[in-house]
């Protein structure tokens, strides 16, 4: 007997009105795992209502009360961190163990959160700074929240991703309505029943699963919804933009990042790094390393010690902790094996891979990829490595900048001024120096630029972006 899993409304768990549910299928099992409420746009009406009203007395909330109730939620994911990490895997076909860091990761991270609003601190400032100013005139700068905050995360971090929105709206005092992608929805659903064992005030957060197209559109758009936070592919992400007036928004979307491979890169490091950042969750991250650009000098020797490191990759079940295993679904398989076939047929060399059971594609790297081809710079989220080789860093660099995406990129080189001037010069919102690319640790800020995003994530800045400032000016006599 499946589970059909009810939406958090109002601080209740209810079945939708719409007697509608979606199916969620495992990636894996593929077959179906249980069901989720397929919520009403009036639901959403009222969820959004009973945010702004709970909203209101949640503000005024001290910052260690808000922050006890976020500290309780770390423990209680913790706690049922099995249970979690089983669903995370079941569901988005993530391995055990990577499900089970991503749950300590998110305790981790809703404490810091935690933490970092109870240490930040306004300003005050005195008019006689500015031309004709007056000692008089005192400006104090707070922060206060912006309402209610629209949560949206993705299937590849169904716990952390959604968590690394809400705990920061709710510290910063704002009410939450949080929309997981449909795939991930039992995942966020067990993420928000910890939350509710904490005692929650009632209509603070709601948990709005349901069909993008009836709700994605309409939650977006609704007047109520007074900040964006929003987790997933560019396209989405650009339709986001287009539809928010006037409504702050952060998007993390997606990249095409680049690891550059100098000739005086430590190859241990470099091929150790790359093969991390290419393959861990079969590629689905989206700060994956998705090209190489490696000088053609250390081509041949880089890209034999990645094929025998891929040939070492384990494939199969997350439930054998698996690095490569199934995709999401079979759409996005066709997508990935469609953009192999388009580099094979336009004379890129198979170095390995290339092999496909179902939505099951095994590790695969691709070498001699021109710029014809869709792989040089289409998104795979995938297991597929291409490999250009260049001449110089000035044509590593142009090649990297020509990229629609600016999410990451790495840089391999044991010079560090050589290093440093190709970071300075490479379009991303962060550039790695020997190191894989990845958003951690959490609470370095986290951007895009180009069709990467837009504004800043990570602690800090999520409370920042979450919150606003607030000036009071005092006019003395
Ligand atoms: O998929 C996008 C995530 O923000 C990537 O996070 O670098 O920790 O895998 P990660």
New binding site residues.
Partial sequence: ELTTYKAYLQGEWKKSSSDETIAIQSPYLRKTIGYVQAVTQDEVDEAIKAAHKAQKSWAELSLSERGAYLDKWADELVNNSEDIATAIMQEVGKGFKDAKKEVVRTADLIRYTVQEALHMHGESLKGDGFPGGDQKKIGIVERAPLGVVLAIS?F??PVN?AASKVAPALMAGNGVIFKPATQGSISGIKMIQALDKTGLPKGLLSLTTGRGSVIGDYLVEHKGIDMISF?GGSGTGRHLSKQTAMIPLVL?LGGKDPALVAEDADMDVAVKSIMNGAFSYSGQ???AIKRVLVNEKVADELVARLKSEIEKLTVGSPEEDSTIVPLIDDKSADFVQGLIDDALNKKATLVTGNKRQDNLIYPTLLDQVTEDMDVAWIEPFGPVLPVIRVKSDEEAIELANRSEFGLQASIFSQDIDRALEVARQVEAGTVQINGR????PDHFP?LGVKASGMGVQGIHHSLLSMSRERVTVLNLK
């Fill in positions: 993705p590849n971090y991703l987790t993390e991250r989206c700060t690319t990845e958003r951690g986290f």
